[in-house]
């Protein structure tokens, strides 16, 4: 119940076109949905967040897609970047400690 | 406004030495959490502090590892008798107080693991 299912495991995109990024849970206490982004060798950095009252949110090229009756949330990156190539994790949360999912590899082909 | 900092970046240790880790919060932030990744693989939730009080250690090993707190000073990360199984980044993070966003958690670059 406290998982987070993450797909897919690795991503190829051209430059300029979207990439998707899917995520499940089973647990309906989750409250808090954060997508996260990594470099090799640094922490994650968040991205963008969505709390389960609101079925969408955009900020810049990043746009999260919430679909609470599925309990499915997704990540899309218009106009994707080479400089966007990094891990992508979503997580979600309820009383402080993120569950996250087994991430995404993103490569953004130029 | 600095981030939150990790320290040591790199620690290397032998079988059965102690590893210690350090996390200072952002400035302002009251709530600390550590997270484990392993090779290849997503953030495992350890434990999750507030000043001197544990919140929540339901991801924690029950024996060898602890974490604290204190009124003063960073948050530390123990590991006793380190095993090759420890090797990992151990990741930082920490939240504003209960008054603001508490979810929000930004996180410090690791200290990478490796036990010999």
């Known amino acids: 119940q406290q998982q987070v299912k993450q797909s897919p495991q690795s991503l190829i995109v051209q430059k300029g076109g979207i990439s998707i990024i899917n995520c499940a849970y089973e647990n309906t206490a989750f409250d808090y949905f954060p997508w996260y982004q990594q470099f090799p060798g640094k922490g994650p950095a968040l991205l963008i967040a969505?709390?389960?009252?609101?079925s969408e949110k955009k900020e810049g090229r990043f746009t999260i897609s919430f679909n609470k009756s599925a309990k499915q949330f997704s990540l899309h990156i218009m106009d994707s970047q080479p400089g966007d190539s990094a891990t992508y994790f979503c997580?979600?949360?309820?009383?402080?400690?993120?569950?996250f999912g087994q991430g995404t590899e993103l490569s953004v082909k130029p | 406004n600095a981030g939150v900092m990790q320290n040591p970046r790199h620690l290397v240790r032998r079988r059965g030495q102690e590893a210690r880790l350090r996390c200072s919060p952002m400035k302002g932030h009251s709530h600390v959490y550590w997270y484990r990744q392993l090779p290849e693989e997503g953030l495992k939730f350890m434990v999750y502090l507030q000043k001197e009080n544990i919140i929540d250690e339901s991801g924690m090993p029950k024996e060898r590892f602890s974490a604290e707190f204190p009124k003063e000073g960073p948050s530390i990360l123990r590991i006793q008798q380190v095993v090759r199984g420890d090797s990992a980044a151990y990741f930082c993070?920490?939240?504003?107080?209960?008054?603001?966003?508490?979810?929000?958690?930004?996180f410090g670059p690791g200290t990478r693991l490796t036990v010999l």
């Open positions: 993070a920490s939240s504003p107080p209960a008054s603001l966003h508490t979810d929000t958690q930004y």
């Open positions: 969505i709390r389960p009252d609101v």
């Open positions: 997580a979600a949360s309820t009383g402080g400690k993120l569950i």
